[in-house]
C-alpha cells in the first residue's frame, strides 16, 4: 500500500521554526520527485517546495525562499520542510506528494500521491 505520512505540524508564533517530516511506504522512494504544497483555509492549494531525486536540486515558492529547506534521506524514505521565520501567512495544512514523473516541478498536477495533510498554525 502506498502511503504518505505527514508529521510536524503544530501550533507557532510568528518568527519560530518548525519541522515538517513525511514519510513514504510502499513505493519505490529514491525514484520519486518529492514536493510539499500547502493550502490555507479557502485558497487554493499551492506549491511550496520540491526537490528531485538525488536531493541535489531544490525549487522554492517566492514566498518561502530563504526561509524554508526542503530535504530528503533516501535511506529512510523521508522527505522533510525546515520552516524558519514563521509568519501568521504560512498558517495552513501542508501536504507533502510524490510525483513518478522526473520532470514534476510546481504545479500539483505533476503529483500522483499525496499525504493526509498536517496543520501549521501560526500566531502573530
Known amino acids: 500500500q502506498v502511503q504518505l505520512v505527514e508529521s510536524g505540524g503544530g501550533l507557532a508564533q510568528a518568527g519560530d521554526s518548525l519541522r515538517l517530516s513525511c514519510a513514504a511506504s510502499?513505493?519505490?522512494?529514491?525514484?520519486?520527485?518529492m514536493g510539499w504544497f500547502r493550502q490555507a483555509t479557502g485558497k487554493e492549494r499551492e506549491f511550496v517546495a520540491r526537490i528531485n531525486r538525488s536531493g541535489d536540486s531544490t525549487i522554492y515558492a517566492d514566498s518561502v525562499k530563504g526561509r524554508f529547506t526542503i530535504s530528503r534521506d533516501n535511506a529512510k524514505n523521508t522527505v522533510s520542510l525546515e520552516m524558519n521565520g514563521l509568519k501568521p501567512e504560512d498558517t495552513a495544512v501542508y501536504y507533502c506528494?510524490?510525483?513518478?514523473?522526473?520532470?514534476?516541478?510546481?504545479?500539483?498536477?505533476?503529483?500522483?500521491?499525496w499525504g493526509q495533510g498536517t496543520q501549521v498554525t501560526v500566531s502573530s
Open positions: 506528494a510524490a510525483a513518478s514523473n522526473v520532470g514534476a516541478g510546481t504545479s500539483k498536477v505533476h503529483y500522483d500521491i
Open positions: 510502499g513505493l519505490d522512494f529514491s525514484w520519486l520527485v
